[in-house]
Protein backbone atom coordinates (compact mmCIF):
# COMPACT_ATOMS: atom_id res chain seq x y z
CA UNK A 1 0.00 0.00 0.00
CA UNK A 2 1.58 3.68 -0.72
CA UNK A 3 1.44 6.29 1.08
CA UNK A 4 -0.23 9.63 0.88
CA UNK A 5 3.06 11.21 0.12
CA UNK A 6 4.33 8.41 -2.68
CA UNK A 7 0.80 9.16 -4.15
CA UNK A 8 1.73 13.07 -4.49
CA UNK A 9 4.88 12.61 -5.72
CA UNK A 10 3.64 11.10 -8.55
CA UNK A 11 0.39 12.94 -9.27
CA UNK A 12 3.49 16.05 -9.37
CA UNK A 13 5.42 13.84 -11.42
CA UNK A 14 2.33 13.27 -14.08
CA UNK A 15 1.51 16.69 -14.10
CA UNK A 16 5.11 17.84 -14.96
CA UNK A 17 5.42 15.48 -17.78
CA UNK A 18 2.08 16.83 -19.11
CA UNK A 19 3.31 20.59 -18.51
CA UNK A 20 6.40 19.62 -20.76
CA UNK A 21 4.50 17.68 -23.52
CA UNK A 22 1.87 20.48 -23.79
CA UNK A 23 4.69 23.04 -23.66
CA UNK A 24 6.54 21.30 -26.54
CA UNK A 25 3.43 20.60 -28.31
CA UNK A 26 3.03 25.11 -28.18
CA UNK A 27 5.88 25.36 -29.10
CA UNK A 28 5.95 23.02 -32.60
CA UNK A 29 2.37 24.38 -33.35
CA UNK A 30 3.96 28.24 -32.85
CA UNK A 31 6.81 27.37 -35.43
CA UNK A 32 4.76 24.96 -37.80
CA UNK A 33 2.63 28.70 -38.20
CA UNK A 34 5.48 30.78 -38.59
CA UNK A 35 6.92 28.70 -41.42
CA UNK A 36 3.31 28.37 -42.80
CA UNK A 37 3.13 31.82 -43.46
CA UNK A 38 6.99 32.66 -44.18
CA UNK A 39 5.98 30.22 -46.80
CA UNK A 40 2.89 31.60 -47.97
CA UNK A 41 4.41 35.00 -48.38
CA UNK A 42 7.45 34.20 -50.74
CA UNK A 43 4.93 32.09 -53.04
CA UNK A 44 4.89 34.48 -55.45
CA UNK A 45 8.41 35.79 -55.18
CA UNK A 46 9.62 32.19 -55.50
CA UNK A 47 7.20 32.02 -58.45
CA UNK A 48 8.17 34.96 -60.33
CA UNK A 49 11.69 33.24 -59.66
CA UNK A 50 10.59 30.14 -61.57
CA UNK A 51 9.14 31.85 -64.45
CA UNK A 52 11.97 33.94 -64.88
CA UNK A 53 14.50 31.35 -65.15
CA UNK A 54 12.48 29.18 -67.37
CA UNK A 55 12.34 32.24 -69.74
CA UNK A 56 16.24 33.02 -69.45
CA UNK A 57 16.47 29.56 -70.47
CA UNK A 58 14.48 29.57 -72.95
CA UNK A 59 15.61 32.79 -75.14
CA UNK A 60 18.93 33.23 -73.40
CA UNK A 61 20.46 30.10 -73.20
CA UNK A 62 21.07 30.96 -69.21
CA UNK A 63 22.15 27.64 -67.78
CA UNK A 64 23.38 28.52 -64.65
CA UNK A 65 21.05 31.10 -62.75
CA UNK A 66 22.45 33.32 -60.22
CA UNK A 67 20.99 36.35 -58.14
CA UNK A 68 17.41 37.34 -59.03
CA UNK A 69 16.18 40.67 -58.76
CA UNK A 70 12.39 42.22 -58.61
CA UNK A 71 11.71 46.43 -59.53
CA UNK A 72 9.12 48.17 -59.26
CA UNK A 73 9.04 51.67 -61.14
CA UNK A 74 6.16 52.50 -63.94
CA UNK A 75 6.15 48.61 -64.20
CA UNK A 76 7.97 45.32 -63.07
CA UNK A 77 10.54 44.07 -64.25
CA UNK A 78 11.92 40.60 -62.94
CA UNK A 79 15.68 39.93 -63.75
CA UNK A 80 18.35 36.79 -63.57
CA UNK A 81 22.01 37.18 -63.73
CA UNK A 82 23.89 33.94 -64.39
CA UNK A 83 25.89 32.35 -67.34
CA UNK A 84 25.55 31.36 -70.85
CA UNK A 85 26.24 28.37 -73.02
CA UNK A 86 29.52 30.56 -73.65
CA UNK A 87 29.88 30.95 -69.91
CA UNK A 88 29.46 34.62 -69.97
CA UNK A 89 28.26 36.83 -67.24
CA UNK A 90 24.43 37.75 -68.29
CA UNK A 91 21.74 39.55 -66.90
CA UNK A 92 18.37 38.87 -68.38
CA UNK A 93 15.55 40.70 -67.93
CA UNK A 94 11.83 39.82 -68.31
CA UNK A 95 9.00 42.50 -68.09
CA UNK A 96 6.08 41.39 -65.48
CA UNK A 97 3.42 41.44 -68.00
CA UNK A 98 5.36 40.52 -71.09
CA UNK A 99 7.04 42.07 -73.79
CA UNK A 100 11.05 42.53 -74.33
CA UNK A 101 13.28 40.50 -73.03
CA UNK A 102 16.48 41.90 -72.49
CA UNK A 103 19.66 39.96 -72.81
CA UNK A 104 22.46 41.85 -71.39
CA UNK A 105 26.26 40.72 -70.94
CA UNK A 106 26.88 41.96 -67.50
CA UNK A 107 30.55 42.87 -69.22
CA UNK A 108 28.87 45.90 -71.38
CA UNK A 109 27.84 47.41 -68.51
CA UNK A 110 28.54 48.10 -64.56
CA UNK A 111 27.88 45.39 -62.06
CA UNK A 112 25.67 45.65 -59.60
CA UNK A 113 28.41 45.52 -56.80
CA UNK A 114 29.85 48.66 -59.23
CA UNK A 115 26.11 50.43 -58.17
CA UNK A 116 26.48 49.73 -55.10
CA UNK A 117 29.81 51.02 -54.16
CA UNK A 118 29.67 54.21 -56.67
CA UNK A 119 26.40 55.03 -54.46
CA UNK A 120 28.34 54.54 -51.31
CA UNK A 121 31.59 56.93 -52.65
CA UNK A 122 28.84 59.72 -53.62
CA UNK A 123 25.90 59.44 -51.50
CA UNK A 124 27.53 58.24 -48.19
CA UNK A 125 24.51 56.18 -46.90
CA UNK A 126 23.58 54.49 -43.36
CA UNK A 127 22.56 51.69 -45.47
CA UNK A 128 21.58 50.06 -48.51
CA UNK A 129 18.87 48.17 -48.86
CA UNK A 130 18.76 46.78 -52.37
CA UNK A 131 20.50 46.86 -55.93
CA UNK A 132 17.96 46.15 -58.76
CA UNK A 133 18.32 45.94 -62.47
CA UNK A 134 15.28 47.29 -64.12
CA UNK A 135 14.20 49.64 -67.37
CA UNK A 136 13.65 53.30 -67.39
CA UNK A 137 12.86 55.52 -70.26
CA UNK A 138 13.35 52.16 -72.07
CA UNK A 139 17.43 52.36 -70.97
CA UNK A 140 18.69 49.74 -68.94
CA UNK A 141 19.42 51.14 -64.79
CA UNK A 142 20.70 50.08 -61.84
CA UNK A 143 18.29 51.29 -58.74
CA UNK A 144 19.64 51.36 -55.73
CA UNK A 145 17.36 52.03 -52.46
CA UNK A 146 19.33 53.47 -49.57
CA UNK A 147 18.51 55.06 -46.13
CA UNK A 148 20.55 58.55 -45.81
CA UNK A 149 22.42 59.63 -42.46
CA UNK A 150 18.86 60.90 -41.85
CA UNK A 151 17.41 57.51 -42.24
CA UNK A 152 15.14 58.82 -45.05
CA UNK A 153 14.43 56.34 -47.86
CA UNK A 154 16.49 57.44 -51.04
CA UNK A 155 16.95 55.65 -54.92
CA UNK A 156 19.33 56.21 -57.46
CA UNK A 157 19.26 55.28 -60.71
CA UNK A 158 22.28 54.42 -62.36
CA UNK A 159 22.49 53.67 -66.27
CA UNK A 160 23.73 50.30 -66.86
CA UNK A 161 25.96 50.80 -70.21
CA UNK A 162 27.64 54.34 -68.92
CA UNK A 163 27.40 54.48 -65.29
CA UNK A 164 25.94 57.54 -65.18
CA UNK A 165 23.53 59.03 -62.59
CA UNK A 166 19.71 59.24 -64.55
CA UNK A 167 17.47 60.03 -61.47
CA UNK A 168 17.96 60.62 -57.75
CA UNK A 169 14.83 60.87 -55.38
CA UNK A 170 16.03 61.87 -51.95
CA UNK A 171 14.10 62.10 -48.39
CA UNK A 172 10.86 60.02 -48.76
Not at 7 to 31: D, F, H, M, P
Not at 132 to 159: H, M, S
Amino acid sequence: MQSRREVQREQSRGSSIRTIRNLLIAILLILLIVWSVFAVSNQPRNSARKQTISLAEKYAHLHSPGQFYIYNRESTYYAISGKNQQNQSILVIVPQHGGKIRVLKQSSGITAARARAMTKENRNPREILKVAPGIFNDKTVWEVTYRNQKGNLCYDLINFKTGQYVQNINNL
